[in-house]
């Protein structure tokens, strides 16, 4: 699960989170690019929209993360439109809460910003089949480092990691696979549809 | 829309699944290439391109819509909740995800008000759990699951005190524990048969308090599913203040244009 509730971290994570969380802001909102802003939006409500749709897996219950499709597509933008929407489902669905909003927003951040730098650049070579495969990667790898992060979480706050970790593994494996063919999918439809989107922003630096 | 689902009986979760098809689908109908390479993608079109794009993008959304609304299926929200009830000396609860889904894997404890565990019981498939009470405190039942879900729900020593009143652990009302319990301890020093009759009044209010809780017990369940669905409202809402707040960004800067 994506979002840690409040109670389950301790203090030093929360603020250590919280910190960090605003300083990464702080760099994505001077580095903000207004023509993206549009597409922001949009990622954004259906990021909003995604952690609604839950399948249960095994004891727990895994959403669509979508933070691999929004680091892609939007870079650094994506990190300001990732912290509004999860302000408002803490607001609005009570997912999370408002103490783990800086870790909650670097443990989907931190992922959706590996993908915009690793991945954003192979874009520019816009290959036909390629693209669907750097969409795969990001989406996979942006649970997977999500996972990671939250594991790193739950034992920087002293819970037992082994138990922890198996449930991860369990739920977040299958969700990566999931993730890595809808970010594929939707990544070579942009590709057909709208192709500046891909390519938007990429003269600049990530 | 919320109508129509009432009306129709169809899940609500289905209409979110379509909004983000829809989302999707309204990306996809913008996409009229221009016949000159070079020239704006996003240049000045007409108002009557502009309307037959949204026509198309309409058109476009509503056999996805159709989709969506034929496969929808329940959906299952994301909150780890639990819910628990003294029936005399006995808690019975669930471990459940808001909006539905059983959560049968969730590690439940009973913790005291001190924070001690006086026990684990195991959920079975359903999340539903047992655990006989000792003697009336304050309880917190807590659930979690090992990645991070994490309720408790509180049951005060008042809801659990009917069953130890009389100092027997009896099936007894799950409040207003004071008749019972007076009544008994008040007719001691009284002659015999005001004392029988006082116990048959003792019994009678107990057996009322019991069915009582009996029928107030899915009461208190639909208030708890009902408090944790997921509203359209809310999902308007925040999608509402998305939108509002990209518009503020765009205004200003809007008032820099030298940015």
Redesign the interface.
Known sequence: MAHIPDGVLSAPVLIGGALAAAGLLAVALRRLDYEQLPQAAVLSAAFFVASLISVPIGPSSVHLLLNGLMGLLLGWSALPALFVALLLQAVFFGFGGFAVLGVNTLNLALPALACALLLRPLLAGGGGPRVFWIGAAAGGLGVLLTAGLLAASLAASGRALIPAAQVLVLTYLPLALVEALITGTVLAFLQRVEPELLSAGRTDHV | MRYFCRTAHLPG?GI??C??LF??AF??S??EQLPTPGSN?RGRRGVGAARRSCWTALARALPVLGLGLALSTP?????LRVFAAAEGDLITGSAY?AGG?A????QISILDGQGRTLATPTPDAQGRFSYRVQAPADLVVVAQ???????EWRIAAAELAGAFAAGTPVPAPTNGSEPPAAAPTAAAPASAPTAAAGAADAALEAAIERALARQIRPLREDLMAAEDR?RLR??L???G???G??GL??WW?SRRPNR
């Open positions: 979760d979110i699944a909004n983000v989302f999707f990306l996809a913008f996409r993608h959906a299952l929200a994301h909150k995800f889904g959560a049968g894997g969730a699951t090992g990645d991070g879900h994490r309720t997921t809310d999902i809402g925040g999608i203040y998305i939108v707040l990209t960004a765009l800067r």
